[in-house]
């Protein structure tokens, strides 16, 4: 039968959806394993597989990443080295000491690379990825150690810089339109949030979105410590990138404070027409994508100049009139100067910052999570390592090193039981790949340029998915179990049982590391936020106690990252739980009105200082027994109660400018904790 040409012309094109930007990164990253292994066959390095899989471990879609990664990870193999040498030797007579002395190195790096969740964390993990796959495979026969090591790195060397080079000149994406990118977005998502929020029509995903732009402004600082490796003026972008995650950090608690006073004068019917008016206008900029920054300026003006006129009034709808007002003129004000740094981001020149820039945007650590994540990867090692000494199995010292590959790996998740698992799947899939090409195509190769050819489909398809964000989990398995597999020797051979022996190998280590996982490291997402929660209980008391320093950018910079850390778990608590009743958008605002308030103690008569100081105390009580049990109990009635005696104290006096933020600060704290309370009394004996 045949078919007319006509009707073969109506059918539909063949659409072949390639990404050109992942379909490149797979290119530079096989450019840069045919180098290294033409490089690793040149100088008959003993074990070129380990360089070829060390190309497809630390290879990244962002060209700029390498290169602080590249040399973080060459410390980390440097300082792994270095402990392979020093303990191997000496201990090789005990190797039951020699084991837990390199899993309590292990289970410290682990801790320090958890700790740190910036780009040095690489540092640390590779220091303890390298010191194992160094050490363990060659326990039974120590004697030389010296030489195995400095092969192990040189082999890691050589694919590192290699990848580096390759991506770098064949993939020159950079680390800066990336946060001007980002930056853009995060603007144009807090307008039209905060549009919604002042208006009368909230959304219902309202939290999950504020969640999101807190977890964007965190996000930003990561990607700009690869500033200082992409550009010659990369110090003033950086200073522009630290004052825009000053900025940014700002937004959310102002816009969401607005929000809260406008909430309460509409529950009150109390909404002034004047201030509706100023609503209309500032909504109408915000929902405008081409809104010109000169409108800011007006805006500004007319809410100042509001909230001077209805602080004079003292009553209580006055003072939330006030606050809603002074919140909008300072959240269009950090907007403003938002997006004029995030247009700047990436030219030449010294930025003329204020002292916003003057502390690094401080990122929230959790000692207690990170001791958790090193014990649980030591504790790991040291079964790996007893079960194979007690079995006297023959290939447990590889299936110890791969073990240690993953823990160390997939250390920082929450619960790393699922990744792992979908690892062992991907592992299982990849063999009969594997067995085709070591059985069946490689015996037919000869010589280096053919094999590169016969390998170019398996690696390029492996390198796009690896590009893929959806997919990339999937490509560690793969590579590892087809690399290993192959074995890429000098001289090729083709056994079944040795084959056979390090798929077992590979799976055992993968089966022990998921078997471990689920003993010591289930704790679900839910349990980590709400550590996260308990923390910034923890510092809110700390920062209402008057006896304590503190510094205002610090904080806010902690509590901000928080909140977003806070993000990307709340989407694992169940319905019920009561994470979701724990509003930290809320505590960060609480915060930062605490913040005015210790700054006016200075400036106010004693008495009113000490009512202030009582205040703040009964507030600072308060936080502290959230942290200790640990939930969101509610605010006793007796902090209520000092908010109003401190209000009332304030209104009393002449309003100079600490004292007037001071007053507008107490408004906040009481809308916060205090939604639904009655409106404040005025103390007529003041």
């Known amino acids: 039968m045949t078919i007319p040409l006509a009707a073969l012309r109506r059918l539909p094109p063949i659409a072949l959806d390639i990404d050109p930007q992942k379909l490149l990164f797979s290119m530079s990253s096989f450019i840069a394993a045919a180098l290294t292994l033409g490089v690793a066959f040149w100088a008959s390095l003993p074990r070129p597989w380990w360089a070829l899989l060390t190309v497809y471990v630390t290879a990244q879609p962002m060209a700029g990443a ?21 303990l191997v030797p000496n201990l090789q007579s005990t190797p039951e000491l020699l084991v837990l002395c390199l899993a309590v190195w292990t ?39 010296f030489e195995t090591t400095i092969a192990r790195v040189e082999e890691m060397t050589l694919a590192i810089l290699c990848v580096t080079a390759s991506h770098a000149l064949l993939q020159p994406w950079s680390a ?44 930003l600082g990561m990607i700009a410590i690869h500033l200082p490796f992409d550009q010659r003026w990369a110090p003033a ?42 609503l209309e206008d500032t909504i109408g900029w915000l929902v405008c994508e081409d809104g010109q920054l000169a409108q800011v300026g007006p805006l500004v003006r007319r809410c100042e100049a509001m909230a001077l006129e209805a602080e004079a009034k003292g009553d209580w709808t006055a003072l939330l ?41 401080v990122l929230a650590r959790d000692h207690g999570v990170a001791a958790l994540a090193g014990f649980a990867t030591g504790t790991a090692i040291l079964l790996y390592c007893a079960v194979w000494i007690l079995l006297a199995w023959p290939n447990g010292s590889a299936t110890a090193a791969f073990a240690a590959l993953i823990t160390c790996s997939f250390a920082a998740q929450d619960d790393p039981a699922p990744i792992i698992a979908h690892y062992l799947l991907a592992t299982l899939k990849t063999f009969p790949l594997a067995a085709l090409y070591l059985f069946v195509i490689l015996p037919r190769v ?10 170019a489909p398996a690696l390029l398809w492996m390198g796009y998915i690896q590009a893929d964000p959806k997919r990339s989990p999937q490509a560690l398995p793969m590579f590892s179990c087809f690399i290993v597999a192959m074995g890429f020797l000098a001289r090729f051979q083709a056994d079944f049982a040795l084959f056979v022996n ?94 005015p308030i210790r700054s006016a103690l200075p400036h106010v008569p004693h008495e009113a200082r000490h009512l202030l100081g009582v205040a703040l105390a009964r507030l600072s009580r308060f936080y502290g027994e959230r942290w200790r049990e640990g939930q969101a109990i509610a605010p006793p009635q007796m902090l209520l109660v000092e908010l109003d005696k401190a209000l009332n104290a304030l209104l009393g006096l002449e309003l100079n400018a600490p004292r007037r933020r001071a007053l507008r ?20 004996t003041v």
Request: aromatic share 8%.
């Open 321 to 361: 009139t006030a606050s809603a007002c002074t919140r909008i003129a300072e959240f269009l004000t950090a907007l403003a100067a938002s997006h004029r740094l995030a247009a700047r981001i990436g030219s030449p020149g010294r930025p003329n910052l204020a002292a916003a820039t003057a502390y690094r945007f």
């Open 107 to 145: 289970g410290f790096c682990i801790y320090i690379a958890v700790l740190d969740r910036t780009p040095r964390a690489f540092l640390f993990q590779m220091a303890a990825f390298s010191s194992a796959v160094m050490s363990f495979p060659y326990l039974d026969d120590p004697g030389n150690i």
């Open 66 to 86: 390498f290169r602080p990664k590249a040399l973080y990870r060459l410390g980390g193999i440097a300082t792994g080295a270095v402990v392979t040498i020093a």
């Open 446 to 455: 000869d010589g280096y340029e053919m094999l590169i050819i016969t390998l």
């Open 237 to 278: 972008t950086m200073r522009r990138v630290t004052a825009l995650q000053q900025h940014l950090a700002n937004i959310l608690p102002l816009a969401s404070a607005a929000a809260n006073r406008l909430d309460r004068l509409r529950e009150s019917a109390s909404l002034p027409p004047v201030l509706e008016a100023l």
């Open 176 to 219: 800066t339109p990336v946060i001007r990118a980002r930056a853009q977005a995060f603007l144009s998502h807090a307008r039209r949030w905060t549009a919604e929020a002042l208006g009368r029509h909230h959304t219902r995903l309202e939290n999950e979105h504020r969640r999101t732009l807190a977890a964007d402004v965190t996000e």
């Open 502 to 595: 390090t798929g077992l190998a590979q799976l055992g280590g993968i089966v022990a590391t998921l078997a471990v996982t689920r003993m010591f490291r289930s704790a679900n997402a839910a349990w980590t936020a709400r550590r996260i929660l308990r923390a910034n209980w923890g510092e809110l008391s700390q920062l209402a106690d008057i006896r304590r320093p503190f510094l205002a950018e610090r904080w806010t910079a902690m509590a901000v990252d928080r909140l977003g850390q806070v993000a990307a778990r709340m989407a694992f608590a169940a319905p019920g739980d009561a994470l979701h009743a724990a509003d930290g958008l809320a505590d960060m605002r609480v915060g930062r009105n605490i913040i």
């Open 665 to 684: 600060a107490l408004v906040g704290v009481r809308c916060n904790l205090f939604p639904t309370s009655a409106p404040l009394v005025p103390d007529e």
